[in-house]
């Protein structure tokens, strides 16, 4: 069973079909921990780069997006094969991965270099790197009515 998932520094995001649980693990060469939830048994351990921390599911469940804080990389994970699917330049030590509500865009926000990445979530394209402050710890995202 799931008993202790949560470490220091470390993040988990569930699957959308509820499925499977993907924790972030910052110590040793990070990783990604993927589960089964409803088992509670880890299925394996994906290498992804220094410092894991920032850890998301796209919106349709196909890819485990993870940024890699030491190596100002992003991860590209295949959520059913549980494979590395390509990793990407993320400079500004990215901190988290959030997805825009279309499931279109990934973003990024950089804790050093003030910046929010924009990337298309299928191409991982960076479309624009915009300055928001001096140490963005996330995204939120609030309805806009017009």
């Known amino acids: 069973m799931l008993t202790r998932l ?14 499977r649980l ?3 693990n910052m110590a040793g060469a990070g990783s990604v921990s ?6 509670g048994e880890k299925i394996r351990d994906i290498e ?17 997006w ?3 804080r030491a190596e100002d990389t992003v991860s ?12 990407l330049e993320s400079p500004g030590f990215p901190y ?6 279309n499931g279109r865009y990934a973003l990024v926000p950089h804790a050093t270099s003030g910046t929010l990445m924009v990337l298309n979530l299928e191409t991982g394209a960076t479309l624009a790197r915009i300055e928001v402050q001096s140490s ?6 609030s309805p806009v009515q017009r």
């Open 96 to 101: 988290r991965v959030e997805f825009t509500p």
């Open 136 to 141: 963005p710890d996330g995204v939120a995202w």
């Open 76 to 87: 590209i994970i295949d959520a059913r094969s549980l494979e590395l699917v390509r990793t």
């Open 22 to 24: 993907f924790s972030s």
């Open 48 to 64: 992804t780069g220094k410092e894991c921390k920032g850890i998301g599911v796209s919106p349709d469940g196909r890819r485990v």
């Open 34 to 39: 993927g589960f089964d939830f409803g088992s």
């Open 6 to 19: 949560r470490e220091d520094n470390e993040a988990q995001v569930g699957s959308p079909d509820g499925n």
């Open 66 to 68: 993870a940024g890699n």
